[in-house]
């Protein structure tokens, strides 16, 4: 039993960090398509005059990939094995507050922007 | 009874080792096209998306992680905060389309149009253009250039080459027409006019 335990679990160990190398290198590649990831479109412009660089994405996409790594660090380091480590009571604030950034941003851009 | 659980053990092991190691493959050799995992429907790519996929991401390998950390392996229980962050991504991402979808432009599918730049250029003789092809529905395909009227040479990454001097007897000035077309989409293609000086 313990072969098969140890066989499972590096077979989905491989199977997710080959999954997610891979979903990371056709990212860094272009093959999966990025373009416009940073940038919103004003719906009121013309086509090919509506997109405008979006400072709002930016730091919801630092905030994202940020709090990816930093909640990985503290299941790699947590001291209490078998258990999800807490994370501050601050985050899910913080995270909710950057989302309603980007959420204001895009409908502004959607619904009010000239 | 003992070896028949371990059989089957083995067993789905196998296919489930298996099955991964297929689906990997597929993605890998762009069977499964995963081209437009983080796009919208009009062809930009979706940050509230993005985010989904990097959480995703981070619980899978999280959860992985946690219950190999303990023996014998059991599920463990997640923390409030832990949920509350993916509910408030879940849910930012639905008002996202929920924003996306109040407007027929953030729904409709973007053409599959190419855009050649620049449009059209002068040239010395002996001397090149580089020219550059944007496919908007799919940024980095490949495209095929030619020169389908005039003089010069084009080469497969674009760059406009003039002949060395004017054909002889020629005091018009001369043009060439650079043709770019979409490997992705047959049917699209778009024009470049270089007069060569």
Same mark, same amino acid.
């Given at each position: 039993?313990?072969?098969?335990?140890?066989?499972?679990?590096?077979?989905?160990? *491989?199977?997710?960090?080959?999954?997610?190398?891979?979903?990371?290198?056709?990212?860094?590649?272009?093959?999966?398509?990025?373009?416009?990831?940073?940038?919103?479109?004003?719906?009121?412009?013309?086509?090919?005059?509506?997109?405008?660089?979006?400072?709002?994405?930016?730091?919801?996409?630092?905030?994202?990939?940020?709090?990816?790594?930093?909640?990985?660090?503290?299941?790699?380091?947590?001291?209490?094995?078998?258990?999800?480590?807490? *994370?501050?009571?601050?985050?899910?604030?913080?995270?909710?507050?950057?989302?309603?950034?980007?959420?204001?941003?895009?409908?502004?851009?959607?619904?009010?922007?000239? | 009874?003992?070896?028949?659980?371990?059989?089957?053990?083995? !067993?789905?092991?196998?296919?489930?080792?298996?099955?991964?190691?297929?689906?990997?493959?597929?993605?890998?050799?762009?069977?499964?096209?995963?081209?437009?995992?983080?796009?919208?429907?009009?062809?930009?790519?979706?940050?509230?998306?993005?985010?989904?996929?990097?959480?995703?991401?981070?619980?899978?390998?999280?959860?992985?992680?946690?219950?190999?950390?303990?023996?014998?392996?059991?599920? @463990?229980?997640?923390?409030?905060?832990?949920?509350?962050?993916?509910?408030?991504?879940?849910?930012?991402?639905?008002?996202?389309?929920?924003?996306?979808?109040?407007?027929?432009?953030?729904?409709?599918?973007?053409?599959?149009?190419?855009?050649?730049?620049?449009?059209?250029?002068?040239?010395?003789?002996?001397?090149?253009?580089?020219?550059?092809?944007?496919? @908007?529905?799919?940024?980095?395909?490949?495209?095929?250039?030619?020169?389908?009227?005039?003089?010069?040479?084009?080469?497969?990454?674009? !760059?406009?080459?003039?002949?060395?001097?004017? @054909?002889?007897?020629?005091?018009?000035?001369?043009?060439?027409?650079?043709?770019?077309?979409?490997?992705?989409? @047959?049917?699209?293609?778009?024009?470049?006019?270089?007069? !060569?000086?």
């Amino acid at each position: 039993m313990p072969v098969l335990e140890l066989l499972m679990k590096y077979e989905i160990a *491989i199977f997710l960090l080959v999954l997610a190398g891979l979903v990371a290198i056709k990212i860094l590649t272009g093959e999966i398509n990025t373009s416009g990831l940073l940038f919103g479109r004003i719906s009121a412009r013309k086509k090919g005059q509506d997109q405008y660089f979006s400072p709002e994405r930016v730091q919801l996409l630092l905030f994202s990939v940020g709090a990816g790594f930093y909640y990985l660090t503290l299941v790699l380091n947590n001291s209490n094995p078998g258990t999800f480590p807490d *994370i501050p009571q601050t985050w899910p604030g913080l995270l909710g507050g950057s989302n309603a950034i980007y959420l204001g941003g895009k409908a502004y851009a959607r619904w009010l922007a000239k | 009874m003992e070896t028949l659980t371990l059989l089957a053990g083995y !067993l789905v092991c196998g296919l489930v080792g298996i099955l991964g190691v297929f689906i990997l493959w597929k993605i890998a050799d762009g069977s499964i096209d995963l081209s437009r995992l983080i796009s919208e429907p009009n062809g930009d790519a979706s940050l509230s998306r993005f985010q989904f996929l990097v959480f995703t991401f981070v619980i899978a390998l999280s959860l992985f992680l946690v219950i190999v950390s303990v023996k014998p392996a059991t599920f @463990p229980n997640i923390p409030g905060t832990v949920l509350s962050l993916l509910g408030i991504s879940g849910s930012s991402y639905l008002i996202s389309k929920g924003i996306q979808f109040s407007d027929p432009a953030g729904v409709a599918d973007r053409s599959t149009d190419i855009v050649i730049s620049p449009a059209t250029a002068i040239v010395r003789y002996g001397q090149s253009q580089q020219f550059k092809a944007e496919v @908007p529905r799919k940024p980095g395909s490949t495209v095929k250039w030619q020169v389908i009227a005039g003089i010069g040479t084009v080469s497969a990454m674009g !760059l406009y080459t003039a002949p060395a001097a004017s @054909p002889a007897g020629t005091t018009q000035p001369q043009h060439a027409t650079i043709q770019v077309t979409s490997d992705e989409f @047959p049917d699209a293609s778009d024009l470049a006019v270089v007069t !060569l000086a």
